[in-house]
């Protein structure tokens, strides 16, 4: 029996040791593990705030730029100002370009104002089009029938022709001459009788110049050499339709075409560039 009882103290003394043991070995584990997880945190962190100082830099060199061109701005701005600011500015700058290429079409000559990169819409100014007071027509403007419908307000109409024309302009200046030429076509064909329709058929014929339509340009050109002879288009009427004939290689045709225009225009602006282009023939 006393045997019995030392054998059964044994045994649990065994097993109180086997789980002190596997408590300990737990615990360890544990610590390990941790220690392991914190290691991982820390080196983490070291690799972050590098980067968050690297972004703070960043964010305070733009800052930094974003005060310089604030004060860039501010003195343009100032600088601008009597002139009625950035956007008035910009439709100076649309003016003079719309003049230019007006100029360069008229006297076929290459300004090489596309290779200028001159925005025409900078400061949201819009290039202004071809107005009516621009074109002033010397010769005794026919007035239009009456409206067969008394109904129809005629201002209504005029507008329409305006806005037609317009509409044309605006295309050309945004080189889709198809859509320019098919608006001055329409034109001519409605509104016979207009004050622009010497200007209407120039446009025609600029439109198929650049079309590469020579002898159709020749043709909407001699409409206004026959008809409008004091329009202020027809010397430039003149002019291109002599350059139509070098394309169509009739020299003695253009030869002819620019002697008429030094002698008819002589103080005319296309007389001069004719007087250049003689004696390249």
């Not at 010497?198 to 043709?219: D, H, I, R, T, V």
């Amino acid at each position: 029996m006393k045997k019995l009882h030392i054998s059964a103290l044994l045994a649990i003394s065994m097993l109180s040791a086997c789980t002190a043991a596997s408590s300990n070995g737990n615990l360890e584990y544990a610590v390990t593990e941790n220690t392991r997880a914190i290691r991982q945190l820390q080196a983490q962190v070291a690799n972050v705030q590098p980067a968050q100082a690297d972004s703070w830099s960043q964010i305070q060199a733009l800052r930094q730029e974003m005060a310089v061109l604030r004060g860039a701005l501010d003195n343009l701005q100032n600088s601008t100002a009597h002139l009625g600011g950035i956007p008035q500015l910009g439709n100076i700058l649309a003016r003079h370009d719309r003049a230019l290429r007006l100029i360069e079409t008229q006297l076929a000559m290459d300004l090489q104002l596309d290779n200028q990169s001159v925005n025409p819409m900078i400061g949201q100014g819009q290039v202004p089009t071809e107005k009516t007071n621009t074109e002033t027509i010397t010769t005794p403007t026919p007035t239009n029938k009456p409206s067969e419908n008394p109904a129809v307000n005629p201002n209504v109409a005029t507008d329409t022709a305006q806005a037609l024309y317009d509409s044309g302009i605006d295309s050309f200046n945004n080189r889709d001459y198809q859509k320019s030429l098919n608006a001055f076509k329409d034109f001519t064909k409605v509104y016979t009788s207009h004050k622009l329709i010497s200007n209407a058929w120039f446009w025609q014929g600029e439109c198929q110049y650049q079309l590469k339509n020579y002898a159709a340009a020749a043709l909407a050109y001699e409409k206004v050499i026959a008809q409008f002879p004091n329009s202020n288009k027809a010397p430039a009427c003149y002019l291109k339709q002599a350059l139509s004939f070098m394309e169509l290689k009739k020299k003695d045709a253009a030869k002819q075409r620019l002697n008429e225009l030094i002698t008819i225009y002589p103080k005319a602006a296309e007389a001069k560039r004719a007087k250049q282009i003689l004696t390249t023939l």
